[in-house]
């Protein structure tokens, strides 16, 4: 099943415990409920939800707020993905993109080409980083204090090895 909706709290109720179970996987779309809970229109449009459920059980969903691309969550079925995207075909038209996992997002984009006849391509690969443990890290010995005149050939020294990162 497929189920559609402009509702952020429909969409809590319905998918918050999937995307809780993954949250460093799921903080963009965690974190744009948020706050689309208390600002709907946060980007001037209706934003959209799509759960996708099989035997009553969330295996994915995806959120939109336009003019953005969609962001889709982890999915347990590829085939959910292809029934989001068609879910979705009649409400974004326009759609300039997709970000979640690889599989996920290719999954989507070769269906969406499929059915729009629009070409598909990645344009940034992005990763998630979690903290499993907080390491305590001993304090550095010294203290602040401000520069002064015999700082100057350390402070030209220390810029001058900087310039020679690349930006």
Excluded: K
């Excluded at 729009?116 to 990763?127: C, D, I, L, S």
């Excluded at 401000?146 to 090895?161: K, M, N, Q, Y």
């Amino acid at each position: 099943e497929t189920i559609r909706s402009d509702d952020p709290e429909m969409f809590l109720a319905r998918a918050g415990p999937f995307l809780a179970a993954h949250e460093a996987e799921h903080n963009l779309a965690l974190g744009l409920l948020g706050r689309l809970r208390a600002e709907p229109r946060l980007y001037g449009f209706d934003p959209s939800f799509v759960v996708a459920e099989e035997a009553g059980s969330v295996v994915g969903c995806l959120l939109r707020t336009p003019p953005h691309g969609v962001v889709l969550s982890r999915f347990g079925s590829l085939e959910a993905v292809d029934r989001v995207a068609e879910a979705v075909l009649d409400m974004h038209p326009g759609l300039s993109g997709a970000v979640g996992p690889n599989d996920v997002v290719a999954q989507f984009a070769a269906t969406w080409s499929r059915l729009t006849g629009v070409a598909a391509r990645v344009v940034t690969r992005q990763r998630v980083h979690a903290a499993a443990a907080v390491r305590e890290v001993p304090r550095a010995a010294g203290g602040m204090r401000e520069a002064g005149p015999e700082d100057i050939p350390t402070v030209l020294e220390t810029l001058g090895e900087l310039s020679a990162f690349p930006a």
